[in-house]
Nanobody, 127 residues
């Protein structure tokens, strides 16, 4: 069992930055693939980024590649999402998720792969 709690959301102007954190409880965090998803009002939840259990492999949605960075600190049971060069279209509730899979590539963009989810943190970007 893994429990996830996101933090770090807020309101920023376009071009600004935020760092989201996801604190995990449970002994399986260090062996879990972690992902970030987001959901804007009236839209479906979409994949943002994922990171392997070791941190050696990362995978990003094209829409955030080069602007967002996912990382993790297994000693702190925490995964991060650095959001730079934010745009109004990045406005959404951001969720972290944990998966038991060791898969790589596009499969990590499928929300069904993930077993545990946090409650989300709101990011609002104004123009």
């Amino acid at each position: 069992q893994v429990q996830l709690v996101e933090s770090g959301g807020g309101s920023v102007q376009a071009g600004g930055s935020l760092r989201l954190s996801c604190a995990a409880s449970g002994r399986t965090f260090s062996s879990s693939t972690m992902g970030w998803f987001r959901q804007a009002p009236g839209k479906e939840r979409e994949f943002v980024a994922a990171i392997s259990w070791s941190g050696a492999y990362t995978y990003y949605a094209d829409s955030v590649k080069g602007r967002f960075t996912i990382s993790r600190d297994n000693a702190k049971n925490t995964v991060y999402l650095q959001l730079n060069s934010l745009k109004p279209e990045d406005t959404a509730v951001y969720y972290c998720a944990a998966a038991k899979t060791t898969a790589r590539g596009p499969v990590l963009a499928n929300s069904k792969v993930y077993d545990y989810w946090g409650q989300g943190t709101q990011v609002t970007v104004s123009s």
